[in-house]
């Protein structure tokens, strides 16, 4: 049972570049989450989707885009990376909203 | 808004000693709590919650409403204790985990 998987879990972009992080879940949760993790900063809300179909806008959405392609999957778009986009990046999911979150591995993406 | 407040970015504790991670919130609502751990080189993993008021690996925490704090506590810190440990709030009715900037815990052999 792998839980929530993301992939890649490095990539090195240029500025300008694009890039869509993959996220998917095999424990048929409801709620997805993308978030982002700096130093000094914890963890911040990118975007989260309640259900198939559904996303919304968390504390830093801007310069993101989401896609809740089924229940299993959710992937974080970047569409002209930016340097401040530097980060490490965790899908999460949950059963439903007010459930723990369960945690992915990371992405560390660096942006030249 | 609501904000989740952990004072110390890096604590060292000897072995043995107690262990005290501060976590302070403000929300005057009833909000749910947690601890989340995150060990070298793994995920990001829940230690408890408040509402289940379980002690998980010797952790507890108790919710003070009066001075809006969550405090995580150990009475006798263990080296594979070492670890960023994150304090997260949530709104009952609200989907989104409002996180704290992380406590680096160092157990000192």
């Known amino acids: 049972n792998a839980g929530v998987t993301q992939t890649p879990k490095f990539q090195v972009l240029k500025t300008g570049q694009s890039m869509t992080l993959q996220c998917a879940q095999d424990?048929?949760?409801?709620?997805m989450y993308w978030y982002r993790q700096d130093p000094g900063m914890g963890l911040r809300l990118i975007y989260y989707?309640?259900?198939?179909?559904?996303?919304d806008k968390g504390e830093v959405p801007n310069g993101y885009n989401v896609s809740r392609l089924n229940k299993r999957e959710f992937s974080l778009r970047l569409e002209s990376a930016a340097p401040s986009q530097t980060s490490v990046y965790f899908c999460?999911?949950?059963?439903?909203?007010?459930?723990?979150?369960?945690f992915g591995d990371g992405t560390r993406l660096s942006i030249l | 808004a609501q904000r989740v407040t952990q004072p110390e970015k890096l604590l060292s504790v000897f072995k043995g000693a107690p262990v005290e991670l501060k976590c302070n919130y403000s929300?005057?609502?009833?909000?749910?709590l947690f601890w989340y751990v995150q060990y070298s080189r793994q995920r990001l993993q829940l230690l408890l919650r408040?509402?289940s008021r379980e002690s998980i690996k010797g952790f507890t925490a108790d919710l003070n409403k009066g001075e809006t704090s969550f405090h995580l506590k150990k009475p006798f810190a263990q080296e594979e204790d070492s670890a960023m440990y994150y304090c997260?709030?949530?709104?009952?009715?609200?989907?989104?985990?409002?996180f704290g900037t992380g406590t680096r815990l160092t157990i000192i052999p």
């Open positions: 999460a999911s949950s059963p439903r909203g007010d459930q723990p979150q369960h």
């Open positions: 424990m048929n949760h409801n709620s």
């Open positions: 989707s309640a259900s198939e179909g559904t996303t």
């Open positions: 929300y005057s609502g009833s909000p749910e």
């Open positions: 408040h509402i």
């Open positions: 997260a709030l949530l709104l009952f009715g609200n989907e989104k985990l409002t």
